[in-house]
T-cell receptor, first 116, second 110 residues
Framework: NAGVTQTPKFQVLKTGQSMTLQCAQDMNHNSMYWYRQDPGMGLRLIYYSASEGTTDKGEVPNGYNVSRLNKREFSLRLESAAPSQTSVYFC???????????????FGDGTRLSIL | RKEVEQDPGPFNVPEGATVAFNCTYSNSASQSFFWYRQDCRKEPKLLMSVYSSGNEDGRFTAQLNRASQYISLLIRDSKLSDSATYLCVVNLPGYNKLIFGAGTRLAVHP
């Protein structure tokens, strides 16, 4: 029962390099999310995908792109990494909400990314 | 005003103590509320949902006050293993999205 799986768990990049963070969920959830978490700060939404084939910007999308490859997989790409993107990145998924109610999200164990 | 505000703490309490955290939210139209727990350098994990009438799960009790737009979490008989950061989470009305507070840190000592 894997839940949400993120790869890699750790990565060190040099400024200007690119990389893709992978996320897959096996709970048949429609919605998926990418967050970043910096020390002393809450989770900030980068991008989300309400359903397969759709993606939308969150609070801090600049410098990132996403792909919802299929219902299971949602990847986050840094095209030209900058030191300001050093952070812990979490992927999450959730069922669709019902009416005015939103379902809780389930998180992967994170990718710790350092950009030098 | 932040959408979800929490006292960052830390709350330092002895084992066996009762401790309570509050959280305020700004959007009166929010309908879904949760408490998450996050251990150091780990992912957030759902602790409990918060229902309008209040709800309890073992040593944990959650309350919602819609009039004052705050949510509370009460932990009774604190254990060392309760040491963590507790995140208050509120939905963004009209979207399948959640807003996470920055968290309240709890440290339980022997």
């Amino acid at each position: 029962n894997a839940g949400v799986t993120q790869t890699p768990k750790f990565q060190v990049l040099k400024t200007g390099q690119s990389m893709t963070l992978q996320c897959a969920q096996d709970m048949n959830h429609n919605s998926m999310y990418w967050y970043r978490q910096d020390p002393g700060m809450g989770l900030r939404l980068i991008y989300y995908s309400a359903s397969e084939g759709t993606t939308d910007k969150g609070e801090v999308p600049n410098g990132y792109n996403v792909s919802r490859l299929n219902k299971r997989e949602f990847s986050l790409r840094l095209e030209s990494a900058a030191p300001s993107q050093t952070s812990v990145y979490f992927c999450a998924s959730s069922d669709e909400g019902a009416g005015v109610f939103t379902q809780p999200q389930h998180f992967g164990d994170g990718t710790r990314l350092s950009i030098l | 005003r932040k959408e979800v505000e929490q006292d960052p703490g830390p709350f330092n309490v002895p084992e066996g103590a009762t401790v309570a955290f509050n959280c305020t939210y700004s959007n009166s139209a929010s309908q879904s509320f949760f408490w998450y727990r996050q251990d150091c350098r780990k992912e957030p994990k759902l602790l409990m949902s918060v229902y309008s009438s209040g709800n309890e799960d073992g040593r944990f009790t959650a309350q919602l006050n819609r009039a004052s737009q705050y949510i509370s979490l009460l932990i009774r008989d604190s254990k060392l293993s309760d040491s963590a950061t507790y995140l208050c989470v509120v939905n963004l009305p009209g979207y399948n999205k959640l807003i996470f507070g920055a968290g309240t840190r709890l440290a339980v000592h022997p």
